[in-house]
C-alpha cells in the first residue's frame, strides 16, 4: 500500500512521476512518515538490517584506540564529529574505551552527533551517558564554527543517500522514475535521459554502459561530500561504507545495478515494495567520491577494505585464549565478533574504510594504509 503522503507526491509531480532520487528523498527522508525519520526500530534483532558497530563494542574500541594515538600524535584538537550516529553504539563504545586509554584526553574531548532524526536523537541519548561529552545538532550548520577541525566519521551513511537509475537499453541511455499504475501499484517507467548533471557525471567519469546495464548515479553523495568537506576545516575525514571501483561496474555481478532494500533482515530486490517501510541502500562509487575530496584539499590516506582495515589497526590484539565451554560467555562472544568483521566473504568484508587528511599526515605511521586495488 502507498503511504498516502508518497502517493500524493507523486501525482502532483510533473508527468505524475519521480525521479528515483525525488523517491528516495520522500519514502526515507519525510519529515514524519519517511523510513528514517519515523520511531521504529532499524538497526539489530528487532530492527531491518545490522551495522560493523551493532557486532559488538570491539568495532568501537579499536577506533578509540587509533583516535587516541591521532589525538597524540598531531595538533588536530580532540574533537570527533559522528553524521549519521543511528542508535548511539558506536559512540558509547568508543568513548567509554577513550576513558580507559586516556582520562585526560577524554576531559577534553568533545564528540559532536550530527543527526537529522529526532528519533534517533533520543535513542542516541537514551544509550550515551548524560555525563559524556555529547553535544546533539540535527545538522552540520548548527554546529560551532570552534568544532570544525577534528576526526569527522561516517558509517553507512553515503549509501543511503538518494540516487539516480539508468538504464541502457536498445543502444541508449534512460532513466528509470516511479509512477503509480491503474490499480494503485508504484511501478517504473523509462524515458531518455535528459538530466544535465547526470550526463556530465557520466562523461567525467567515463562511464560505459553495456546493452541491459543498470546503473545508479549518486548525485546526492557528491553534493554531501563537497559539503563535508569544505566543512572540515582541518583534520580527518573516516569514511565506511559499501562501495565499487568504475573498473567493476561492468561486472556481470552488477548488471542490474546495486539498488535494494533491507526488510526486517530479508534482502529485497525489489526498491518499490514496502515504500517507506523499508531501508533503501546503493553501493556507492569509490572514486567519484575519492576524486571529490582530493579537489577540496584532501590527501587520500587509503582506502581498504573493513577486514583488512580492521586487522591492519590491530583488531587481532582484541582476541582472547578462551577454553570456556559457554559460547555465550563474554569472551566468546568478543571472539566471535572479531572472526565475523575480519573473515573473507563475509558481510563485513563488503564494506571499505576511506581515509582523507587536510593538514596532517598521520594515518600512515598509525596504520600500516594499502590503497585496495579492484580484483
Known amino acids: 500500500m502507498i503511504p498516502t503522503f508518497l502517493q500524493e507526491k507523486i501525482e502532483k509531480a510533473p508527468g505524475q512521476r519521480l525521479d528515483y532520487s525525488e523517491y528516495m528523498m520522500a519514502a526515507l527522508y519525510h519529515p514524519c512518515e519517511g523510513y528514517y525519520m519515523k520511531p521504529k526500530n532499524k538497526v539489530g534483532t528487532k530492527g531491518d538490517f545490522i551495522t560493523s558497530s551493532n557486532v559488538h563494542?570491539?568495532?568501537?574500541?579499536?577506533?578509540?584506540?587509533?583516535?587516541v594515538?591521532?589525538?597524540?600524535?598531531?595538533?588536530?584538537?580532540?574533537?570527533?564529529?559522528?553524521?549519521?550516529?543511528?542508535n548511539g553504539r558506536f559512540a558509547k563504545h568508543l568513548l567509554e574505551e577513550v576513558m580507559l586509554l586516556d582520562a585526560p584526553l577524554y576531559d577534553r574531548l568533545k564528540y559532536v552527533m550530527v543527526e537529522t532524526s529526532s528519533y534517533h536523537i533520543k535513542l542516541q541519548q537514551t544509550i550515551i551517558s548524560d555525563t559524556a561529552p555529547v553535544s546533539y545538532f540535527t545538522s552540520l550548520e548548527?554546529?560551532?564554527d570552534q568544532l570544525r577541525k577534528g576526526v569527522l566519521f561516517?558509517?553507512?551513511?553515503?549509501?543511503?543517500?538518494?540516487?539516480?537509475?539508468?538504464?541502457y537499453t536498445d543502444g541508449s541511455l534512460k532513466e528509470v522514475f516511479v509512477t503509480i499504475k491503474e490499480d494503485g501499484r508504484l511501478v517504473e517507467k523509462s524515458a531518455p535521459?535528459?538530466?544535465?548533471?547526470i550526463l556530465a557525471y557520466i562523461t567525467r567519469n567515463k562511464i560505459i554502459f553495456s546493452e541491459g546495464q543498470r546503473m545508479e548515479i549518486p548525485l546526492a553523495m557528491m553534493d554531501f561530500a563537497k559539503?563535508?568537506?569544505?566543512?572540515?576545516?582541518?583534520?580527518?575525514?573516516?569514511?565506511?561504507?559499501?562501495?565499487?571501483?568504475?573498473?567493476?561496474l561492468s561486472s556481470q555481478d552488477l548488471i542490474k545495478g546495486s539498488l535494494r532494500g533491507y526488510y526486517q533482515h530479508q534482502l529485497i530486490k525489489d526498491p518499490l515494495k514496502y515504500p517507506a517501510d523499508m531501508d533503501l541502500t546503493s553501493h556507492i562509487h569509490l572514486d567519484a567520491l575519492e576524486e571529490c575530496l582530493n579537489e577540496l584539499g584532501f590527501s587520500h590516506a587509503g582506502t581498504m577494505r573493513q577486514g583488512e582495515f580492521l586487522v591492519a589497526a590491530g583488531v587481532l590484539d582484541y582476541l582472547q585464549d578462551?577454553?570456556?565451554?559457554?559460547?555465550?560467555?563474554?569472551?566468546?562472544?568478543?571472539?566471535?565478533?572479531?572472526?565475523?568483521?575480519?573473515?573473507?566473504?563475509s558481510w563485513s568484508n563488503a564494506f571499505h574504510v576511506l581515509i582523507h587528511e587536510k593538514g596532517t599526515n598521520k594515518w600512515h605511521k598509525l596504520i600500516n594504509l594499502e590503497p585496495h586495488e579492484p580484483q
Request: charged letters at 25%; proline letters at 6%.
Open 193 to 197: 535521459l535528459r538530466n544535465a548533471a
Open 227 to 248: 559539503i563535508l568537506g569544505e566543512w572540515l576545516l582541518k583534520g580527518t575525514i573516516i569514511t565506511v561504507d559499501y562501495g565499487y571501483r568504475f573498473s567493476e
Open 154 to 167: 561516517s558509517n553507512e551513511l553515503f549509501d543511503a543517500l538518494p540516487v539516480h537509475v539508468l538504464e
Open 322 to 345: 578462551n577454553q570456556d565451554p559457554n559460547p555465550f560467555s563474554e569472551k566468546s562472544k568478543q571472539n566471535r565478533a572479531i572472526r565475523t568483521l575480519i573473515m573473507d566473504g
Open 142 to 144: 548548527e554546529v560551532p
Open 69 to 86: 594515538k591521532y589525538f597524540s600524535d598531531t595538533d588536530i584538537p580532540p574533537v570527533i564529529i559522528e553524521v549519521g550516529g543511528g
Open 57 to 67: 563494542n570491539v568495532y568501537g574500541k579499536l577506533f578509540a584506540k587509533l583516535m
